[in-house]
């Protein structure tokens, strides 16, 4: 049964996915504004209403986020609803923290999108009561080491929608993409900037992960005896590892630049998604906690 506080989170919950729904619709008619009207780059009401619609789904996801970890009394990140819960709450607030340094308003559709998608399947279906941790997550290793993977989730998240948008970008440039649907991206920046912003996003995403791996390893000696013995989560963890290092390798190699290292960097963050889903739900392993 829920106490009260789970019971907010809840509502709060499905409060924010209905400011992103509508925040995303605003995204979406701004982009098909500009594919009617020569790709115009100055900020559109449509573009201004999303954003501020963002912002306030953010503020009443982050009060669900902190409900729920007042009703468990510790961290809310324990489960696979959790950690969704949370892990979109930070990719949102990666986005909007960006745009104080770069205008990325114009992935807002995806991110926002991608917010209220993956946010409405965890709560449909992932969902849980407050329940106590088990012993091994009674450890403050999984405080440092969850958020870091949460932030590092977060941040491939961004550069998977820089990357979405640097393929179409570069496909525009290259002669494809010319009818007047695809107008829109004329208001992007080139494909050669949006590869660089990713790169750099990435490359922070990489570094929140690397100390994921690190924590991790050290959470498992405190907790099994020792720092890696080939588990489930720890491979697939060492796999999005080896991922993104080759992207920065491939990034920093001439050749592959441009679409070879941006397909690159979505197989990654797919990497991070089936490490998420089908670890979580399907195989076994010392700290596949799914809580399902």
């Given at each position: 049964?829920?106490?009260?506080?789970?019971?907010?989170?809840?509502?709060?919950?499905?409060?924010?996915?209905?400011?992103?729904?509508?925040?995303?619709?605003?995204?979406?008619?701004?982009?098909?504004?500009?594919?009617?009207?020569?790709?115009?780059?100055?900020?559109?009401?449509?573009?201004?209403?999303?954003?501020?619609?963002?912002?306030?789904?953010?503020?009443?996801?982050?009060?669900?986020?902190?409900?729920?970890?007042?009703?468990?009394?510790?961290?809310?990140?324990?489960?696979?609803?959790?950690?969704?819960?949370?892990?979109?709450?930070?990719?949102?607030?990666?986005?909007?923290?960006?745009?104080?340094?770069?205008?990325?308003?114009?992935?807002?559709?995806?991110?926002?999108?991608?917010?209220?998608?993956?946010?409405?399947?965890?709560?449909?279906?992932?969902?849980?009561?407050?329940?106590?941790?088990?012993?091994?997550?009674?450890?403050?290793?999984?405080?440092?080491?969850?958020?870091?993977?949460?932030?590092?989730?977060?941040?491939?998240?961004?550069?998977?929608?820089?990357?979405?948008?640097?393929l179409l970008q570069e496909s525009r440039e290259a002669g494809g993409l010319q009818t007047r649907s695809w107008q829109f991206l004329s208001a992007f920046p080139s494909a050669i900037s949006l590869e660089a912003l990713a790169y750099r996003i990435l490359v922070i995403g990489f570094v929140f992960w690397t100390f994921t791996v690190i924590a991790g390893a050290i959470w498992a000696e405190r907790a099994w005896g020792r720092y890696w013995g080939w588990d489930t989560k720890e491979v697939w963890a060492f796999i999005i590892w080896t991922l993104f290092a080759g992207y920065i390798h491939a990034r920093a190699t001439r050749g592959w630049r441009g679409r070879p290292a941006a397909i690159l960097s979505l197989i990654g963050f797919g990497a991070v998604v089936f490490n998420y889903s089908i670890v979580n739900l399907f195989f076994k392993g010392l700290h596949v906690y799914s809580g399902l």
């Open positions: 049964m829920m106490n009260n506080l789970e019971s907010i989170s809840l509502i709060a919950t499905y409060s924010a996915m209905a400011v992103y729904t509508l925040s995303f619709i605003l995204f979406t008619i701004d982009l098909a504004g500009r594919a009617s009207s020569t790709g115009q780059s100055a900020p559109t009401r449509w573009l201004r209403s999303a954003m501020a619609l963002l912002i306030i789904g953010w503020a009443i996801h982050l009060a669900a986020d902190v409900t729920r970890a007042l009703s468990a009394h510790r961290v809310p990140w324990a489960n696979m609803y959790e950690f969704g819960l949370t892990a979109t709450l930070v990719m949102v607030g990666v986005f909007l923290a960006l745009n104080l340094w770069r205008d990325v308003r114009f992935v807002g559709a995806f991110v926002s999108g991608f917010a209220l998608l993956a946010l409405g399947i965890v709560t449909v279906n992932f969902y849980v009561s407050v329940t106590p941790l088990p012993p091994a997550l009674q450890d403050y290793w999984l405080v440092i080491h969850v958020c870091v993977a949460v932030l590092g989730t977060g941040f491939f998240a961004t550069g998977a929608a820089l990357s979405s948008a640097q």
